[in-house]
């Protein structure tokens, strides 16, 4: 079970606790490999001064955009974060209509606060992307921002970035896509563990909601009906999907997230023909596929499908059906054979995993610097000069944050803790005489 699977199953228990000298140890660990990868923990102040300051009088300057931006704070939106989550970045509504579903996903707007000629952006830069430990982040951006004016709580007037999909309801295809900076008001903050549960009791609605004309249950409904059909639709044409026993909570996260960022970047390279931060995944060589289903073949209780010529729908069944002590096994076969994603200004050659032809990120621009700069270039249309060099330096940032992650965990492991367990509920340092 991945972690975040595991999340939703972690909230009713408390944090790991370990003793002052474990903790000493751990913190010496993080300092040592903050090092090795040249991550820096700390935010210069006049990063952090720049913060507080545009943290100012919140509401008068939304009041004040209202004006320049589309009014979406009577639709009906909501967030779906884990129980510890103290960023709420992203947001969705939904309609179905006779002819159509529209879906939107709202997007904290960041780049209202965070542009090029700031101190934060410089710094961002820098870091390329936020950095999570099991129980310890490095964030891209400092907190204080993160969490407050690009933060989507509930029952408070937010700025975001919209994409507005209209959605054909029996292909799912694109009928029209519109992307704008909008004036949001969340109904309500979910866990992972309360959608999962309004799924099944629409009635525990009434405990999330300040205002009880809200159908947020309905929206759930209408939501997971549309994610579930867009999950095996990828699946179908050839979508790697890992992870096949997710949780409906997890399933609409993700499938609005990557409809959301799909659509954006069919408008960039589409519509505007604009280089931007684009998701580019190679695909292994046939042999490296040969070897990957070949050692998934030979595990007890597998049995790789050879009625598909395509590995990935191959692998896709395989995890259907294999049991559960093997799905691990068989994740780590193909992840071995994969060559690793990067960021590219060039959009072709697409993401073979998610067997997208052209594939980039919009929908997290407090954690990565690719979401944060194509913000920009879609508001702006202004492509910065050194794409390319930015490109490569996320791509390099992120390799190093998962190596850092890598060696943590492994760290972990060696002082006798779980990961897992550190990463979903945190730890509580407790005094040897307690």
Avoid at 58 to 84: A, C, K
Avoid at 168 to 188: F, G, H, M, N
Avoid at 253 to 260: F, N, R, T, Y
Avoid at 281 to 309: C, K, R, Y
Wanted: hydrophobic share 35%; proline share 5%.
């Amino acid at each position: 079970m991945s972690d975040q699977a595991q999340a939703g199953t972690a909230e009713g228990q408390g944090p790991v606790e370990i003793d002052a000298e474990l903790a000493r140890h751990l913190s010496n660990k993080r300092e040592e490999l903050f090092e090795k990868f040249d991550i820096p923990d700390e935010f210069p102040q006049s990063v952090l001064d720049e913060a507080a300051e545009r943290t100012e009088d919140v509401q008068s300057e939304i009041e004040d955009e209202l004006d320049e931006r589309e009014d979406l704070r009577e639709l009906t939106t909501w967030t779906t974060d884990p129980i510890d989550a103290q960023d709420f970045d992203d947001a969705i509504s939904i309609e179905e209509r006779d002819d159509e579903t529209v879906l939107w996903v709202h997007i904290a707007d960041v780049t209202h606060y965070v542009h090029p000629d700031s101190e934060m952006w410089a710094e961002a830069l820098d870091r390329g992307n936020t950095v999570y430990l099991p129980g310890y982040t490095v964030h891209m951006l400092p907190p204080v921002l993160a969490e407050t004016v690009c933060s989507l709580v509930p029952h408070e007037d937010r700025l975001a970035h919209t994409v507005e999909m209209h959605l054909d309801p029996e292909t799912l295809s694109y009928e029209s896509i519109d992307i704008y900076k909008s004036v949001v008001r969340s109904d309500a903050r979910l866990t992972y563990a309360e959608a999962e549960r309004l799924l099944d009791e629409p009635g525990s609605a009434d405990d999330l909601l300040e205002d009880e004309t809200v159908d947020l249950a309905g929206k759930c409904e209408l939501v997971w009906d549309l994610a579930d059909r867009l999950h095996e639709q990828r699946k179908a044409d050839g979508s790697l999907v890992l992870n096949p026993r997710r949780d409906r909570a997890h399933t609409i996260i993700e499938e609005c997230m990557l409809k959301a960022n799909k659509a954006v970047t069919h408008e960039l390279q589409w519509s505007r023909g604009l280089e931007a931060m684009y998701r580019v995944h190679p695909q292994p060589t046939p042999d490296q596929w040969n070897e990957a289903l070949q050692e998934i073949q030979d595990l007890d209780g597998v049995s790789v499908s050879a009625a598909q010529d395509d590995p990935r729908i191959a692998v896709n069944e395989t995890l259907e059906e294999a049991p559960e002590r093997q799905l691990g096994q068989i994740q780590r076969a193909v992840m071995k054979v994969m060559p690793r994603a990067k960021y590219m200004a060039d959009p072709f050659g697409g993401h073979h995993a998610l067997n997208f032809e052209i594939y980039g990120h919009f929908t997290s621009p407090i954690r990565r610097l690719s979401d944060l700069v194509n913000h920009w270039i879609v508001y702006t249309d202004d492509v910065p000069a050194s794409l390319a060099d930015l490109c490569n330096h996320a791509s390099e940032r992120q390799q190093d944050a998962e190596q850092c992650e890598r060696e943590y965990r492994t760290f972990l492991n060696e002082v006798g803790l779980d990961p897992s367990a550190v990463n979903n509920r945190g730890i509580e340092v407790v005094d040897d005489e307690d």
